[in-house]
């Protein structure tokens, strides 16, 4: 499926423009990857490289934070080690935390980290975690997104230099006693969309950094380090939902590192986030109601074929993009390699 930008893809009065909401003050938090706003209206958010709260200990580290972003009850610690956590999900009292990760992609398989987790305690219950080990069918690659189906099917979204990001599901059901195989069910092709962003110059328009489903279970949307793409999500078929155009693609403001995205509580809305200190949570309105969002009226291809071809015209100067962005291609390479070492240096350096 070709992700493009067509001129109906926002119409006018669905999104309004995107406003700051709050800033992250607490100097702790600088590496936001995965976020998840509660019907509260407050916001669970989820590190890419936890710290080392203890000598000799890792763990993954998940904050709650209130609509203005103050930090609230503490963080919330699993005993877990994982690898790269990139997203977030949370669904039926169970927090997801996705450890997909491989931005040299050798890692053999990647992981989902399950736990129980009561929003509406006052400092929210946490069970302990489960591991779900899965292993791509062709081979290792990046990934960053998670889309979490109404009926509990995780599906990962992959990040890759070309701009045809897969979307994989598990063959089988989950098990924490064993790797279970994932199946390719659809390919996205993101073309150029011309917003500036990210910290990879025009590649940052091609690359997934994020999911999420509305709570509702109405919508899904995906973020590159540039855009928000929105669906309308009909039953528990992620797959077939993603293989129609999107009903909204949004340019995001200019961050440095973005890959966090929610719904709000409306399950319209969006919130977004980046890494970085300081970092604002930015929040994208709704302006419209849902019945009055346009829907995709085109035939839909079988999910599993895999693939499906897009029945309008890219953008104008189409190849001309693609071309600048093979040539920003080189730069992500580099900008992949010196945030694998920084992130070494520091999980091996002392308590924060």
């Not at 993954?60 to 080690?81: I, K, N, P, T």
Request: net charge negative.
């Amino acid at each position: 499926m070709s992700v493009c930008a067509p001129a109906w893809a926002v119409p006018p009065g669905d999104y309004g423009p995107p406003i700051t909401q709050c800033s992250i003050t607490d100097p702790e938090i600088d590496e936001v990857s995965g976020l998840v706003a509660l019907t509260s209206g407050e916001m669970l958010l989820v590190e890419d490289s936890a710290p080392e709260p203890r000598p000799g200990a890792t763990s993954v580290l998940m904050y709650r934070l209130d609509s203005m972003c103050a930090v609230q009850d503490g963080v919330v610690e699993f005993d877990q080690d994982p690898r790269d956590i990139e997203d977030l999900a949370f669904q039926d009292s169970t927090v997801w935390f996705a450890d997909i990760g491989d931005n040299s992609q050798t890692r053999p398989n990647v992981a989902l980290i399950s736990a129980g987790y009561d929003a509406a305690a006052p400092q929210g219950q946490a069970g302990a975690p489960l591991v779900f080990r899965l292993a791509y069918p062709d081979g290792p690659h990046d990934a960053e997104a998670l889309l979490l189906a109404p009926d509990g099917i995780p599906y990962i979204v992959t990040k890759e230099l070309s701009g045809r990001s897969g979307v994989y599901r598990p063959a089988g059901p989950l098990d924490p006693s064993a790797e279970v195989a994932m199946e390719k069910v659809a390919e996205l092709e993101f073309a150029m969309t011309g917003t500036p962003g990210g910290p990879v110059g025009r590649a940052g328009q091609l690359l997934v950094t994020g999911g999420t489903v509305a709570a509702d279970h109405s919508h899904i949307a995906l973020r590159t380090y540039t855009d928000a793409y929105v669906w309308t999500l009909a039953g528990n078929d992620v797959a077939r939902a993603l293989q129609s155009d999107p009903i909204a693609v949004i340019a995001l403001p200019d961050a440095p590192q973005g890959e966090a995205i929610s719904f709000a509580p409306d399950s319209r809305s969006l919130l977004v986030g980046s890494e970085g200190v300081n970092s604002v949570i930015t929040a994208v309105p709704a302006t419209s109601p849902p019945e009055q969002t346009q829907t995709d009226t085109a035939g839909r291809a079988d999910p599993g074929a895999g693939t499906a071809s897009a029945d309008r015209a890219a953008p104008d100067s189409a190849s001309s993009e693609v071309t600048a962005g093979l040539i920003a291609v080189a730069m992500v390479a580099v900008v992949a390699g010196a945030t694998w070492l920084a992130r070494r240096i520091r999980r091996n350096s002392s308590p924060r």
